[in-house]
């Protein structure tokens, strides 16, 4: 049965093969391979992992209005680092386990330029620092102390992200002190976040206050530019969520990324890539989703468990999708 993802993702193949003149016939087999090229019809698109509504929102109008993807990521993920209800993210985001909040994020535009910033402390908008980065050093990341230096030297400001929920629920949990993900329970959540602005203009975003409990000092894959993130402009974006460890073994975005422009579609390229940590690792305890979209604003979404969602705007309602996975 064709389901509705299905039938978006058909719709947008059969436009995008006639706007490049193959026409029907060569949409007839589902899974012929579309080249993305960069004569390709672009479409303004905000994708961003789990059901992050207000964040899609804001970037989008940021879109709407004309502005670049690259600003447009930067706003929709601040809502999401400066929301204390969000426990995976920024201020209120939950501790590592010497009850300490350390920050991970990451930044690329449509040139290939990027920043990132990695075990940051105090800083309610990482995402903000690392395009700092990006644009006032020669580098493309900066951890700890350091990170912490030069955001104050940009003008940032100390702040305790510490909520009084996030330590109460640290101090139960010191009770056992179990380190165990739990599957697509809200101990981690980051929003990775790609989008094309109406010039057609990739950039993308991704921040987390990582694995909730982790050790002190460990980063994941949300602020490593091919792992958490990754666009090229002439190709589409993928952002990643889940357990990092895993997908820094598997440089997942990057991977999704390439296969794309080698001709998957933005959901073929996200199961070979879920397809490649199942193949290789202890992947039943774990989740990780990927979501991407391609340059004709083609898009899709995969997971290693079910649960994984992905929010998706291309007009301007906000759609949530549920992504289909690995383990049924
Ligand atoms: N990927 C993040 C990390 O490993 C966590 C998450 O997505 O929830 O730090």
Not at 95 to 116: F, N, Y
Not at 151 to 164: H, I, R
Not at 199 to 212: F, L, P, Q
Request: charged share 20%; with cysteine; proline share 3%.
């Amino acid at each position: 049965m064709l389901n509705r993802r299905k039938f978006i993702h058909r719709s947008a193949l059969s436009s995008l093969l006639a706007a490049i003149g193959l026409g029907s016939t060569a949409c007839a087999s589902e899974e012929k391979v579309t080249p993305i090229t960069t004569t390709t019809t672009t479409k303004p698109t905000v994708i961003a992992t789990w059901e992050r509504r207000a964040a899609n929102q804001t970037a989008w109008q940021v879109i709407q209005k004309g502005g670049r993807a690259l600003d447009a990521v930067e706003a929709g993920v601040k809502v999401l680092e400066a929301d204390e209800n969000d426990q995976s993210v920024g201020y209120g985001g939950r501790p590592d386990r010497e009850g300490k909040v350390t920050l991970d994020a990451c930044i690329m535009d449509e040139k290939g330029d990027c920043g990132s910033v990695c075990f940051l402390q105090g800083i309610k908008h990482p995402i903000s620092v690392a395009r700092k980065v990006m644009e006032e050093t020669p580098h493309v990341i900066l951890a700890g102390e350091g990170a912490l230096k030069f955001a104050l030297a940009q003008g940032f400001k100390v702040e305790n992200l510490l909520t009084e929920k996030s330590k109460k629920e640290y101090e139960a949990w010191l009770v056992n002190t179990e380190y165990k993900p739990v599957i697509n329970i809200e101990n981690h959540d980051t929003i990775g976040m790609v989008a094309i602005d109406q010039a057609g203009n990739i950039s993308g975003a991704c921040t987390t206050s990582g694995m909730a409990y982790k050790m002190h000092g460990r980063v994941g894959d949300s602020p490593i530019i091919g792992a958490g993130l990754f666009v090229d402009n002439e190709v589409g974006g993928a952002a990643a969520t889940g357990v990092g460890e895993a997908v820094l073994k598997t440089l997942g975005s990057f991977l999704v990324v390439e296969l794309m422009r080698q001709g998957k579609t933005p959901q073929e390229a996200c199961e070979e890539a879920v397809n490649r940590i199942a193949k290789n690792q202890h992947y039943k305890d774990i989740q990780v989703g990927y979501c991407a979209v391609n340059k004709a604003g083609q898009y899709g979404g995969y997971s290693v468990q079910p649960g994984f969602s992905y929010v998706v705007n291309q007009k301007e309602e906000t759609e949530l999708f549920q992504a289909t996975s690995f383990i049924q």
